[in-house]
């Protein structure tokens, strides 16, 4: 997708009135800042800065790391691995599923990648930036090591794979890896793939160079991997890029849960940070960024604690931010949930 992007790092933090504070925290050579560094807002999400890579590295290649500044020595902390969709980037994906906004309150480590090549979604398509096995699981694995070198395996109390689009499928494809099936808690899917399939609607994906919808055809992400491996797992997507949300699930079953709840709704007063702006008139695609509700289904007294969810946006679309308040949701659902597979040494 077409990138917003944004002034540089202190003059982009100025102008929305948020001095970053540097603190003495430093991992991996990152320089703690609360507000995070390279942070934009809005109109102030233009120019190079979402384009940026990273703030850290790992084996040569760029990353976005993001902690609490005020961290403890030993304090224990959630992990999460938050991977963009195709045609996309980092910086990005910090914007578009902002948990560094929650790093503070709720103790999280947030490392946010960029995929090292491009390669076609189908036969004719464009290239785009995307997740590949043989270009990238040795770079999220070594990321992955990183992180628990620099904080503590014993601290990590949970570690969670966050994916949107093709990168949640990346999710799903890599949580039963040998690599990371002993060591992710949670799998949380931002409009990448649902276990127990939500039907994607037929004219699914980004709208034609004139403006219109994409040719109708059977959409999917897959069914999600085989249960092969213990995990959480959050469902989040935009109500208009699926046909219904199932009412039951099969990793719900898996765990025995109880017929799923309807939780209070979530509603968002304020937009999320960004969208597709060369894209935004398709609303299966997404509009612009704007507030909204969102519906939150669990399935609760599941075996062992684990957490199966379901976040539906009303009225979204696939490439709409997410809002603070349901971003801050989904956060509490992954703090709250059981973690310890990598302090136990998996």
């Known amino acids: 997708m077409t990138l917003r992007t944004a002034l540089p790092a202190l003059a982009g933090l100025a102008l929305l009135g948020l001095a970053p504070t540097a603190l003495a925290a430093d991992k991996a050579g990152v320089v703690c800042t609360t507000p995070p560094a390279m942070h934009c807002s809005g109109a102030d999400c233009q120019g190079a800065l979402i384009g940026e890579t990273g703030n850290t590295t790992v084996a040569g290649r760029k990353f976005f790391l993001d902690y609490p500044c005020d961290l403890k020595p030993d304090e224990k902390v959630v992990f999460i691995l938050n991977i963009h969709g195709a045609g996309s980037i980092g910086n990005w994906q910090r914007h578009y599923f902002p948990a560094m906004d929650y790093k503070e309150k709720y103790r999280l480590v947030i490392a946010t990648p960029t995929a090292a090549t491009t390669a076609t979604m189908g036969p004719g398509g464009p290239g785009v930036r995307m997740w590949q096995a043989a270009a990238d699981d040795a770079h999220l694995q070594a990321i992955t090591e990183l992180v628990f070198e620099q904080f503590g395996r014993r601290a990590i109390k949970s570690f969670w794979l966050a994916g949107h689009s093709q990168g949640g499928m990346t999710?799903?494809?890599?949580?039963?890896?040998?690599?990371?099936?002993?060591?992710?808690?949670?799998?949380?899917?931002?409009?990448?793939?649902?276990?127990?399939?939500?039907?994607?609607?037929?004219?699914?994906?980004?709208?034609?160079?004139?403006?219109?919808?994409?040719?109708?055809?059977?959409?999917?992400?897959?069914?999600?991997?085989?249960?092969?491996?213990?995990?959480?797992?959050?469902?989040?997507?935009?109500?208009?890029?699926?046909?219904?949300?199932?009412?039951?699930?099969p990793w719900a079953a898996k765990?025995?849960?109880?017929?799923?709840?309807?939780?209070?709704?979530?509603?968002?007063?304020?937009?999320?940070?960004?969208?597709?702006?060369?894209?935004?008139?398709?609303?299966?695609?997404?509009?612009?960024?704007?507030?909204?509700?969102?519906?939150?289904?669990?399935y609760p007294k599941c075996k062992d604690d684990r957490l199966v969810a379901d976040v539906v946006r009303l009225d979204k679309g696939h490439t709409e931010g997410l809002e603070p308040r349901v971003t801050e949701d989904l956060i509490r659902m992954i703090v709250a949930a059981p973690g310890g597979k990598a302090a136990r040494g998996g």
């Not at 309807?262 to 509009?287: F, Q």
């Open 171 to 249: 999710s799903h494809r890599i949580v039963c890896s040998d690599y990371f099936k002993g060591k992710v808690d949670g799998l949380l899917s931002l409009s990448g793939g649902r276990i127990g399939q939500a039907q994607i609607v037929p004219g699914f994906g980004p709208p034609q160079a004139d403006g219109t919808p994409p040719a109708a055809g059977p959409r999917s992400f897959g069914e999600g991997p085989p249960q092969a491996c213990d995990f959480s797992h959050i469902y989040e997507t935009g109500e208009r890029e699926i046909v219904a949300l199932p009412e039951t699930s």
């Open 255 to 298: 765990y025995a849960c109880a017929p799923r709840v309807r939780r209070p709704d979530v509603v968002d007063e304020k937009p999320g940070w960004v969208y597709d702006t060369a894209r935004s008139t398709y609303p299966v695609w997404g509009l612009r960024a704007r507030p909204g509700t969102a519906q939150v289904f669990v």
